[in-house]
């Protein structure tokens, strides 16, 4: 190919673009040129017309490998769409039928299809190579092609079958490209893919336009998500969730707020699949609720926002989900959310797995944590680990710089680990250096003998919470290096060893500490309790429990009181969306608590929260409703557990919850069949005359007679008949 051809020229006649982004024009020659190229572009930077536009003007067909279907499928309309005839694009996967097949393979015989979307496990089948061995191939390019490599976030075994596939077809120059490598994994690529002389192009990874957040994960977080997504109406934006369940159960809730949300992920049939994603490309939803099998080369440019309902399993996903927000420059919010049991869990999950597989994931997951948790400039943190250096201290887009934490000097802590790492030859993680320094007779330091070294100990009257930011801060300066080939062990920089010998400030900012109350059974957080509302609340609870000659616990339970002194339910209808507060109850108690909870924010001024009444869906209201029918047509309650996959115990729990929110219910046909008629009325009287409901101090006080079981069955029966 004359590399004289005006690209710009070609550029605006087959895509109407006026002039060339980046390093986009120089990728294209290279190319045009027969040179393997590899190329490193963040999302939103153009990668797709690196391959698109030289496949229109080369001769003969380029192969582009990709991993996803949705993907191909996107692509090929784009290109389709551009051209004036049918079949300049095609793809061939698994999805297509043997007379689609054929036509593809027509097309490509006659000259007529300029670019071939192939998954590798398509590529590698033997009938495909056979076919392909007939065709002028004018380059491969290999799209995802992090997913080459164990250390990429998104390893798949079957591209590392493509170089041999490669020369079984026919020779031709190779293009790769990816949205997200560090050093290691582009190693990797070059060497697997036989292109180590290829011309690398790396484009900056700053995406300006971005924010970065990361919020604590709490149990109000959906309800922190709806407000968000209400806040940000009739934007478009992704959230990420690691579960299938999750992804369900979110979509469920959106769209009972009146968000038009869809659920998204590999579970769900195609066609499914490809409607969702249609309806998101089309703006007929506005939200898709997905797991990462979302989004890859979806060319949707104003995503708004991007959320992380769970913290990724490695930085390079977290960057290239996060790059799906504001492609085309214009505004972008990355919300994550992050908790330290989700790290734990994430970990678990390892476990299992080959143990070379389990390091990489576990470093993987520790530079998560480390962005997560520290307080430094999101922006500068997220370079470093791709290897690019931020010069800026504030980029003045992320909740690190808007909201900078105080900096202290930590020259003789930075002094302290340096010398550690020195003194245990370079050998060793950032946590055993961490252990090494606080003086922790390890059984791993023992059995090296370094707690004999005179610098062990060196920093154990430090804050504890000081090493971990002063290491990472250590990396960003240059001062240490992490060895990511060899497990992540710390290695001393020239200028690390510089400053040993002439130590200069080293201003260090503290972590963020993130307390753990997520718990993802758990209902709302608390929020700020009003103390004095809570009060009166109790004090009017004892008032009609004299009067009415019921219990207190039987009109409503404390945290029921809790959440109203917080979210000051005015009315009925909101008072429903207290925890443990049905129809029923809140019509038979509630006015008068509407009543003080209403005279109470008037008299103080109280500015009532604006707060969201989030819907949730009902997960269980299907297994609520069969156990009422059940219970109403007198099926024996172990038949019922059995029936629903519960243990009894279970079953009990669930029944509990309904009668306590005022749904009545009669367990009388079985409590007479399995308890003797005394023992009913014994702890019957007992809940009668008791202050309080609590299994363990009934336990205590009816002695070793009555079982927990028992006891929990009559205490059923007694709210049903006393508060329903």
Same mark, same amino acid.
């Given at each position: 190919?004359?590399?004289?051809?005006?690209?710009?020229?070609?550029?605006?006649?087959?895509?109407?673009?006026?002039?060339?982004?980046?390093?986009? !024009?120089?990728?294209?020659?290279?190319?045009?040129?027969?040179?393997?190229?590899?190329?490193?572009?963040?999302?939103?930077?153009?990668?797709?017309?690196?391959?698109?536009?030289?496949?229109?003007?080369? !001769?003969?067909?380029?192969?582009?490998?990709?991993?996803?279907?949705?993907?191909?499928?996107?692509?090929?309309?784009?290109?389709?769409?551009?051209?004036?005839?049918?079949?300049?694009?095609?793809?061939?996967?698994?999805?297509?039928?043997?007379?689609?097949?054929?036509?593809?393979?027509?097309?490509?015989?006659?000259?007529?299809?300029?670019?071939?979307?192939?998954?590798?496990?398509?590529?590698?089948?033997?009938?495909?190579?056979?076919?392909?061995?007939?065709?002028?191939?004018?380059?491969?390019?290999?799209?995802?092609?992090?997913? $080459?490599?164990?250390?990429?976030?998104?390893?798949?075994?079957?591209?590392?079958?493509?170089?041999?596939?490669?020369?079984?077809?026919?020779?031709?120059?190779?293009?790769?490209?990816?949205?997200?490598?560090?050093?290691?994994?582009?190693?990797?690529?070059?060497?697997?893919?036989?292109?180590?002389?290829?011309?690398?192009?790396?484009?900056?990874?700053?995406?300006?336009?971005?924010? +970065?957040?990361?919020?604590?994960?709490?149990?109000?977080?959906?309800?922190?998500?709806?407000?968000? $997504?209400?806040?940000?109406?009739?934007?478009?934006?992704?959230?990420?969730?690691?579960?299938?369940?999750?992804?369900?159960?979110?979509?469920?809730?959106?769209?009972?707020?009146?968000?038009?949300?869809?659920?998204?992920?590999?579970?769900?049939?195609?066609?499914?699949?490809?409607?969702?994603?249609?309806?998101?490309?089309?703006?007929?939803?506005?939200?898709?609720?997905?797991?990462?099998?979302?989004?890859?080369?979806?060319?949707?440019?104003?995503?708004?926002?991007?959320?992380? +309902?769970?913290?990724?399993?490695?930085?390079?996903?977290?960057?290239?989900?996060?790059?799906?927000?504001?492609?085309?420059?214009? !505004?972008?919010?990355?919300?994550?959310?992050?908790?330290?049991?989700?790290?734990?869990?994430?970990?678990?999950?390892?476990?299992?797995?080959?143990?070379?597989?389990?390091? $990489?994931?576990?470093?993987?997951?520790?530079?998560?944590?480390?962005?997560?948790?520290?307080?430094?400039? %999101? %922006?500068?943190?997220?370079?470093?680990?791709?290897?690019?250096?931020?010069?800026?201290?504030?980029?003045?887009?992320?909740?690190?710089?808007?909201?900078?934490?105080?900096? %202290?000097?930590?020259?003789?802590?930075?002094?302290?680990?340096?010398?550690?790492?020195?003194?245990?030859?370079?050998?060793?993680? *950032?946590?055993?250096?961490?252990?090494?320094?606080?003086?922790?007779?390890?059984?791993?330091?023992? *059995?090296?003998?370094?707690?004999?070294?005179?610098?062990?100990?060196?920093?154990?009257?430090?804050?504890?919470?000081?090493?971990?930011?002063?290491?990472?801060?250590?990396?960003?300066?240059?001062?240490?290096?992490?060895?990511?080939?060899?497990?992540?062990?710390?290695?001393?920089?020239?200028?690390?060893?510089?400053?040993?010998?002439?130590?200069? *400030?080293?201003?260090?900012?503290?972590?963020?500490?993130?307390?753990?109350?997520?718990?993802?059974?758990?209902?709302?957080?608390?929020?700020?309790?009003?103390?004095?509302?809570?009060?009166?609340?109790?004090?009017?609870?004892?008032?009609?429990?004299?009067?009415?000659?019921?219990?207190?616990?039987?009109?409503?339970?404390?945290?029921?009181?809790?959440?109203?002194?917080?979210?000051?339910?005015?009315?009925?209808?909101?008072?429903?969306?207290?925890?443990?507060?049905?129809?029923?109850?809140?019509?038979?108690?509630?006015?008068?608590?509407?009543?003080?909870?209403?005279?109470?924010?008037?008299?103080?001024?109280?500015?009532?929260?604006?707060?969201?009444?989030?819907?949730?869906?009902?997960?269980?209201?299907?297994?609520?409703?069969?156990?009422?029918?059940?219970?109403?047509?007198?099926?024996?309650? !172990?038949?019922?557990?059995?029936?629903?996959?519960?243990?009894?115990?279970?079953?009990?729990?669930?029944?509990?919850?309904?009668?306590?929110?005022?749904?009545?219910?009669?367990?009388?046909?079985?409590?007479?069949?399995?308890?003797?008629?005394?023992?009913?009325?014994?702890?019957?009287?007992?809940?009668?005359?008791?202050?309080?409901?609590?299994?363990?101090?009934?336990?205590?006080?009816?002695?070793?007679? +009555?079982?927990?079981?028992?006891?929990?069955?009559?205490?059923?029966?007694?709210? *049903?008949?006393?508060?329903?």
């Amino acid at each position: 190919m004359p590399n004289d051809v005006n690209l710009t020229q070609q550029l605006k006649k087959h895509f109407g673009f006026d002039k060339f982004k980046g390093d986009q !024009e120089a990728i294209i020659r290279n190319v045009l040129d027969g040179n393997d190229t590899f190329v490193l572009m963040p999302t939103g930077g153009g990668k797709s017309l690196c391959y698109q536009l030289p496949s229109l003007i080369m !001769e003969g067909t380029a192969i582009v490998i990709s991993p996803l279907i949705a993907l191909m499928k996107n692509q090929v309309d784009v290109v389709n769409g551009i051209s004036e005839e049918e079949g300049v694009a095609h793809y061939l996967n698994s999805s297509l039928n043997k007379a689609a097949i054929d036509q593809v393979k027509a097309d490509i015989l006659v000259g007529k299809t300029k670019l071939l979307y192939v998954a590798p496990e398509s590529l590698n089948k033997d009938d495909n190579v056979e076919f392909l061995k007939q065709v002028k191939i004018s380059f491969y390019a290999i799209d995802e092609a992090h997913c $080459i490599s164990e250390w990429g976030h998104d390893f798949r075994p079957e591209y590392r079958n493509i170089r041999p596939t490669i020369q079984r077809i026919g020779e031709a120059p190779v293009i790769a490209l990816t949205a997200t490598a560090t050093d290691k994994v582009r190693t990797d690529i070059k060497k697997n893919l036989g292109i180590l002389d290829a011309k690398e192009f790396n484009s900056s990874f700053n995406r300006p336009n971005l924010y +970065y957040e990361v919020r604590a994960k709490t149990n109000d977080i959906n309800k922190q998500i709806i407000r968000f $997504i209400k806040q940000n109406s009739g934007k478009s934006g992704i959230v990420y969730c690691l579960s299938r369940k999750k992804v369900e159960e979110l979509a469920a809730d959106l769209c009972a707020n009146d968000i038009k949300a869809a659920a998204y992920h590999a579970g769900l049939e195609t066609a499914k699949r490809s409607e969702t994603q249609d309806d998101f490309l089309m703006e007929r939803i506005d939200i898709i609720v997905a797991t990462i099998a979302f989004g890859m080369g979806i060319d949707k440019p104003d995503v708004r926002f991007v959320i992380h +309902y769970d913290i990724p399993k490695s930085l390079e996903g977290y960057y290239q989900e996060t790059g799906r927000a504001g492609r085309d420059g214009g !505004e972008g919010k990355c919300i994550t959310f992050y908790s330290y049991k989700d790290l734990q869990k994430l970990e678990k999950f390892m476990e299992g797995k080959p143990v070379a597989e389990q390091d $990489i994931g576990r470093q993987l997951l520790q530079e998560t944590a480390a962005y997560a948790e520290s307080s430094v400039c %999101r %922006r500068k943190m997220l370079l470093h680990y791709f290897g690019e250096e931020y010069d800026k201290d504030n980029c003045g887009n992320c909740d690190n710089c808007l909201h900078p934490k105080t900096k %202290r000097e930590g020259k003789d802590q930075l002094l302290i680990v340096l010398r550690a790492i020195e003194a245990v030859k370079e050998n060793f993680r *950032s946590e055993y250096i961490i252990d090494f320094v606080k003086g922790r007779t390890t059984e791993d330091i023992l *059995s090296h003998k370094h707690d004999q070294l005179e610098e062990f100990g060196a920093g154990e009257d430090e804050d504890e919470k000081l090493w971990n930011p002063v290491i990472r801060q250590a990396m960003i300066a240059g001062f240490i290096k992490k060895d990511v080939e060899n497990y992540g062990l710390l290695k001393l920089t020239a200028a690390g060893k510089r400053f040993m010998k002439k130590p200069e *400030s080293f201003m260090v900012v503290e972590d963020t500490e993130f307390k753990d109350d997520y718990d993802e059974e758990g209902g709302d957080g608390a929020g700020a309790l009003d103390l004095e509302l809570y009060a009166m609340l109790k004090d009017l609870r004892k008032r009609m429990s004299q009067k009415l000659k019921v219990p207190p616990y039987v009109i409503f339970q404390d945290p029921s009181l809790e959440q109203m002194a917080t979210m000051y339910p005015i009315n009925l209808q909101e008072l429903q969306n207290i925890q443990g507060v049905g129809a029923g109850k809140a019509k038979r108690y509630g006015t008068e608590f509407c009543e003080l909870i209403k005279k109470h924010c008037e008299e103080n001024d109280i500015d009532r929260p604006e707060e969201l009444r989030v819907k949730t869906v009902a997960k269980k209201s299907i297994l609520k409703v069969k156990i009422i029918q059940s219970i109403d047509r007198k099926i024996d309650l !172990e038949e019922v557990a059995r029936a629903q996959g519960l243990d009894f115990d279970d079953l009990l729990t669930e029944i509990e919850n309904i009668v306590y929110s005022g749904t009545k219910l009669n367990i009388d046909y079985f409590i007479d069949d399995v308890m003797d008629e005394d023992h009913v009325d014994d702890i019957y009287d007992y809940f009668a005359e008791s202050e309080t409901d609590d299994l363990n101090v009934a336990m205590e006080e009816l002695g070793e007679d +009555y079982s927990e079981e028992d006891i929990r069955m009559v205490r059923i029966k007694f709210i *049903s008949e006393m508060a329903n």
